[in-house]
Antibody, heavy 119, light 108 residues
Framework: QVQLQESGPGLVKPSETLSLNCTVSGFFISAGFYWGWIRQPPGKGPEWIGSIYHSGTTNYSPSLKSRLTMSIDTSSNQFSLILHSVTAADTAVYYC????????????WGQGTLVTVSS | SYVLTQPPSVSVAPGKTATINCGGPNVGGKSVQWYQQKPGQAPALVIYTDSDRPSGIPDRFSASNSGNTATLTIRRVEAGDEADYYCQVWDRDTDLVVFGGGTKLTVL
């Protein structure tokens, strides 16, 4: 059974860098699929952040592309998100998810982790 | 950028049929997914590629997609169906993902 688990700081200061990891169990991330990040601000709908393939190929949301880096480590079965220069608008629950391709949808999700941007 | 419009709320009595729409320019030409999200939980896929159901999703859930509107239909609504529902498209032309704003389904 595929399981995903996000990890990282719950509080980040404005202008600093948000870093999150997603650990996948029950499935080898090198076996296929893209792996995605989605965030959901409090009381709002989900927003796709970006997706990465095991080869390292990435696909980023245009609205976040200039601040975003995603990476993948098949040896540890993890993938990561780095978002630079955060503001209060980046406060959200961040989810990692398994991402089908070529039609993008998200069939397995982590439980999510709340990241608050505040001084 | 591509925008998907959903009604903020839909109410339905138990045992009746709920219909949730998702509007967007030529959404019928895109692949639409639907997610159910209960409080404190991650979204869960209930419909993919317009009308397919993942294993474990009851056949009370169905969907269609044509023209400028995609529709999620839940028949014989149960109290446990009360949740937020989000549509999502993948735009093959831009290779980008867009979510709708969500619809809160209330079971009366």
């Amino acid at each position: 059974q595929v399981q995903l688990q996000e990890s990282g700081p719950g509080l980040v200061k404005p202008s600093e860098t948000l870093s999150l990891n997603c650990t996948v169990s029950g499935f080898f991330i090198s076996a296929g699929f893209y792996w995605g990040w989605i965030r959901q601000p409090p009381g709002k709908g989900p927003e796709w952040i970006g997706s990465i393939y095991h080869s390292g190929t990435t696909n980023y949301s245009p609205s976040l592309k200039s601040r975003l880096t995603m990476s993948i480590d098949t040896s540890s079965n993890q993938f990561s998100l780095i978002l630079h220069s955060v503001t209060a608008a980046d406060t959200a629950v961040y989810y990692c998810a398994r991402n089908t391709h070529p039609v993008y949808y998200f069939d397995r999700w982590g439980q999510g982790t709340l990241v608050t941007v505040s001084s | 950028s591509y925008v998907l419009t959903q009604p903020p709320s839909v109410s339905v009595a138990p045992g009746k049929t709920a219909t949730i729409n998702c509007g967007g320019p030529n959404v019928g030409g895109k692949s639409v997914q639907w997610y159910q999200q209960k409080p404190g939980q991650a979204p869960a896929l209930v419909i993919y590629t317009d009308s397919d159901r993942p294993s474990g999703i009851p056949d009370r859930f169905s969907a269609s997609n044509s023209g400028n509107t995609a529709t999620l239909t839940i028949r014989r609504v149960e109290a446990g169906d009360e949740a937020d529902y989000y549509c999502q498209v993948w735009d093959r032309d831009t290779d980008l993902v867009v979510f709708g704003g969500g619809t809160k389904l209330t079971v009366l």
